[in-house]
Structure formats: structure tokens, C-alpha cells
């Protein structure tokens, strides 16, 4: 799964229109919530709505990339 350590922002048409592709892989469940330094309440609320739906990485048992990591 992807992390970013700033808003990642995808443009529409307008320049004054922007979409937080963060926010949009949460809400998905293409994406992990991880709270390094700065803390989201909407994105931490947008994960815990895509566990509770059991949306994409949700629908199975997922293993955070650090643990798989560390276990390998």
C-alpha cells in the first residue's frame, strides 16, 4: 500500500478543484491510515468506515505492510 507524508492532491479540470487521493485509497480500503507526526481524524474515520463496510484490502485478513515486512 501507498504512504504519503504530505496531501497528495489530483487535479480536475480547474485549478481551483482538488480531490485528496489520501482520502479517495482510504475510503476505498486501497490504503492503510498511518499516523505518522501530524494526526487526520477524516482519514482515521474513513479507514475505520472501510473496515467496518469490509471495502477492498478490508474484505480479507489484511497484514500491514510493516508487520509483513518485519516477519519476512
Given at each position: 500500500?501507498?504512504?504519503?507524508?504530505?496531501?497528495?492532491y489530483l487535479t480536475k479540470f480547474e485549478p481551483s478543484c482538488y480531490e485528496d487521493v489520501n482520502l479517495i485509497m482510504i475510503q476505498k480500503g486501497m490504503a492503510w491510515y498511518c499516523p505518522f507526526g501530524k494526526k487526520n481524524e477524516q482519514y482515521k474515520k474513513a479507514?475505520?468506515?472501510?473496515?467496518?463496510?469490509?471495502?477492498?484490502?478490508?474484505?480479507?485478513?489484511?497484514?500491514?505492510?510493516?508487520?509483513?515486512?518485519?516477519?519476512?
Open positions: 500500500m501507498f504512504k504519503y507524508s504530505a496531501p497528495t479507514e475505520e468506515q472501510a473496515r467496518a463496510n469490509k471495502i477492498s484490502l478490508w474484505s480479507q485478513k489484511a497484514i500491514a505492510p510493516r508487520k509483513f515486512r518485519k516477519n519476512k
